[in-house]
């Protein structure tokens, strides 16, 4: 038993309660008290999931903006999150970033744990975000159909050329403000979940992110690789198609319904092949090249 | 800004909801739908909160224990986990103690995430407990009144005597099973609940604990140090008091209630004084050594 890969297989025995919903999606969707209670955890490494030498506060921000964005897939508001914080120093900044993010998504602190980290280790944050359903069912990654549309709510690659502008050192704050403050789409998804088939957050990169839904569904996605939105040079579509971190809505809508928020109908669901992703009618499965950046 | 201490008050300026229970308490505690939310997130780090060489089923079985002893603490029922693991080997041990706690405490695994470990780094893992409050208020570290009487449901010490057996090597699992396998006392949680006027779980040990209940409660404890059961010779009675781990429930009923489970009066709520503890008389305060082993 060795990788994550393995391990989130093995731990599928234990999660058979339907509120897991197989820890295949973005989300626990639990009933509770007459509601529905959505809930996450990530967890980000220092030298994994950031730069060792981040600004803390943006480290805050992402850990807030990212947890928020799986609440945003599923439709949910925020009800608040609890920290798991590990001290490295740069307490300042970390909850300068902390209160923004919170106070952005009106996401109170409701406890939590603080840690030691011992000489030498990476620090590693963890931020659980409960949320309250507003739609049922709540969409899942598993319900696309053939002959859906394939829509995403804006475009990626602008978190890939703010990080390299932050790798060159770029001193403009708005030209590395995409890499380094992610933005959870609450409102669009709370406003598409009642009427799509099935959404999910874009975080590890488009085609990667779609093949999951794809797999998920039991269909296959041919995507038109020139209809994806992208902020970023021409010459870097491809990469902009495979890199993460712009945490856009993907979702698939049944045919002829007009999307009730602005997005970009980038594909078809199509009946399952051998590969996810059809990108312009070429099979691309995760050894073909679907990315992942860490 | 440095130290855990500092940084914790900072944080309570981020959680002014009373849902946060001013970061003081065990838990959540959150109104939602019909019913009250009660939450949780403990993390724990190789070589400050478990050794590293320890068996990975036992530190699986340690974090889950010690999140569902802080419900246990609100004498709530546990509703599911969330996982937050950190890839460093020993995948096959960890998932077998993990399914073994999950299965003994009714909680199924929800969802989470599961990160790589970078090089050198220390294993850092956490988990989330949601709960369903049983009763009305949930009690807290902050009641307790001048009057009432204080109890510990059982013996602290073992976990310290298992401990020291580990460390020798003992060979015999039920010389070290205090240590490594604690429980948490959810039945017992469950009953006190509705007539305690504070409650929490022996976690840092004793003294500590009390006073921090102290100190909530804006009262004194005057403890008997004769009085509180041990599982430790008796030579060793002053450091069983320091030791945590055990996870006994310490609570403070009204003068005069039988408490409904079997547990120990150890001592007395008086007027607050200068120190949070008077033992056999003597005041301790945290310099004059209430003890904290990590």
Chains 1, 2 share one sequence.
């Not at 197989?22 to 220092?46: K, M, N, Q, R, Y």
């Not at 609440?71 to 209160?99: D, I, M, N, T, W």
């Not at 998920?216 to 992208?230: E, L, N, Q, T």
């Not at 870097?236 to 602005?262: E, K, M, N, S, T």
Request: charged share 20%; proline share 7%; net charge negative.
């Amino acid at each position: 038993l060795t990788g994550e890969f393995a391990f989130i297989q093995a731990l599928r025995a234990l999660a058979s309660d339907p509120a897991a919903r197989g820890l295949s999606d973005d989300c626990a969707v639990l009933p509770f008290g007459g509601e529905v209670l959505v809930l996450t955890h990530d967890a980000i490494v220092a030298g994994v999931h950031f730069p060792p030498d981040a600004d803390p506060a943006d480290v805050a921000w992402r850990l807030v903006a990212t947890n928020i964005s799986d609440l945003a897939a599923k439709g949910a508001e925020p009800v608040g999150v609890l920290l798991a914080y590990q001290l490295a120093g740069g307490e300042e900044r970390f909850l300068q970033g902390l209160a923004e993010a919170l106070a952005e998504y009106g996401a109170p602190l409701l406890g939590g744990d603080t840690v030691g980290l011992p000489a030498g280790a990476a620090q590693t944050l963890g931020l659980t975000a409960i949320g309250r359903a507003t739609c049922a069912p709540v969409p899942g990654r598993d319900g696309a159909r053939a002959g859906d549309a394939l829509y995403i709510t804006g475009p990626v690659g602008a978190a890939m050329m703010g990080y390299e502008a932050l790798c060159r050192g770029e001193a403009d704050p708005a030209m590395t403000q995409a890499y380094r403050r992610p933005r959870a789409l609450l409102a669009q998804g709370r406003v598409l979940a009642p009427v799509v088939h099935a959404m999910m957050d874009v975080s590890d990169g488009l085609l990667l992110d779609a093949a999951r839904m794809a797999r998920a569904s039991g269909v296959s996605f041919a995507i038109d690789r020139a209809a994806v939105p992208i902020a970023a040079p021409e010459a870097r579509r491809d990469d902009a198609l495979r890199w993460g971190d712009d945490y856009q809505l993907l979702f698939a809508l049944p045919d002829g319904i007009a999307p009730p928020v602005q997005a970009f109908c980038i594909g078809r669901a199509v009946a399952a092949g051998a590969a996810p992703i059809l990108l312009d009618g070429a099979a691309l499965d995760e050894e073909a090249g679907l990315g992942y950046r860490h």
